[in-house]
């Protein structure tokens, strides 16, 4: 499957990247052969293979949880690098623009079912 550019660049703004044209040929080289892979493996005959998920005996090595002692709210917010109203105050994590082109919509799910292969 070969991804065109306009592709990796919708898939890198839904990811805030910003590439140069370099990087886009690159990353459509890179993507497109990973996605043959997963071609290649879905075309593998599993139908009498059980699942697994490790072949290695699993082992818990850290310790059980246990609920201890719970701070209270007040203590919390005294070791906050900044609070208000008794709630801890952050910086912004979310933006209110789009990274997508405004030519097509962001929309995941479209981009992420064109690169499967038709069944």
Known sequence: MN?????????AALARL???????KLFAMQLSACLDHFRK???VDTDHVEPTA?????RNVLREDQAGAALAAEEVIANAP???NGQFRVSA???????CSRSKSC????IWNSMLPST
């Open 82 to 84: 900044d609070a208000e």
């Open 41 to 43: 493996l879905q075309e």
């Open 3 to 11: 991804l065109t550019p306009e592709t990796v660049r919708e898939i």
């Open 93 to 99: 994590v979310l933006e209110e623009r789009r990274a």
């Open 107 to 110: 929309n995941w799910a479209r």
């Open 54 to 58: 490790s072949v290695l005996p699993l």
């Open 18 to 24: 910003e590439l140069d044209e370099v990087e886009v």
